[in-house]
């Protein structure tokens, strides 16, 4: 079946430094790919729409300076949380839709925690 | 945009039928009903997705009546690891929208 895979599961790092997390979908291409941000005890909430080739569509309220989102192949899409601060410790999701098939695939996600 | 609404949490006993209603009065007509199981730590996993009467798979049904309106995952016998938040999501297929997420379902299956 359809797999997205994304790395790293977790990660810590330091105040004002940055982050990047990749998102793979192993066995097809997706020309478009969703991330999203999930706080604890919340849902997951939309943060952008990643397009291959083109600029990612950011949804409202979501800083596109700060989350760079980079899909240069049809398996890749690279979210990098830049000059990391702690209330951006949050659970990444990343998902993509397999062509042919129902709903859409998930990444196992990657929890960031920054001190 | 259609919005959704489901019980915040529900608990239900090893072997027993659960069955989790979402209401979703805005849908339109192209879009489709699709519900995600999330385990903590982990994304979601889709389960099953409708446009209309019943669908069934091998993990769960899907009951649409037929204003669409409303929807039911039903869940047969459900067991320990059943325990996680089930989430109802209405859109058109391929849009963003198909994918914004709901406050979800708890649910708890207990021994």
């Known amino acids: 079946g359809a797999v997205v895979s994304q790395h790293p599961s977790w990660v810590i790092c330091k105040s004002g430094t940055s982050v990047k997390i990749e998102c793979r979908s192993l066995d097809f291409q997706a020309t478009t790919m969703f991330w999203y941000r999930q706080f604890p005890k919340q849902s997951l909430m939309l943060m952008a729409t990643?397009?291959?080739?083109?600029?990612?569509?950011?949804e409202q309220g979501v800083e596109k300076d700060k989350f760079l989102i980079n899909h240069a192949s049809l398996t890749l899409s690279t979210l990098t949380v830049t000059s990391a601060h702690p209330e951006d410790s949050s659970f990444y999701i990343c998902?993509?839709?397999?062509?042919?098939?129902?709903?859409?695939?998930f990444g196992s996600g990657t929890r960031l925690t920054v001190v | 945009l259609a919005k959704t609404t489901q019980p915040i949490s529900m608990d239900s006993y090893e072997g027993q039928e659960v069955n989790i209603t979402c209401s979703h009065n805005n849908i339109a007509t192209n879009d489709y009903i699709t519900w995600y199981q999330q385990f903590p730590s982990q994304g979601p996993r889709f389960i099953i997705q409708?446009?209309?009467t019943k669908v069934t798979n091998e993990v769960a049904s899907l009951f649409i009546p037929a204003d669409r309106k409303s929807s039911t995952l039903s869940l047969p016998r459900v067991s320990l690891s059943d325990t996680a938040v089930y989430y109802c999501l209405v859109g058109e297929s391929g849009s963003a929208r198909q994918l914004t997420f709901g406050s979800g379902t708890q649910l708890t299956v207990l021994p």
């Open positions: 990643s397009n291959e080739g083109s600029k990612a569509t950011y």
């Open positions: 998902s993509a839709r397999h062509p042919g098939t129902d709903g859409y695939t």
């Open positions: 409708g446009y209309k």
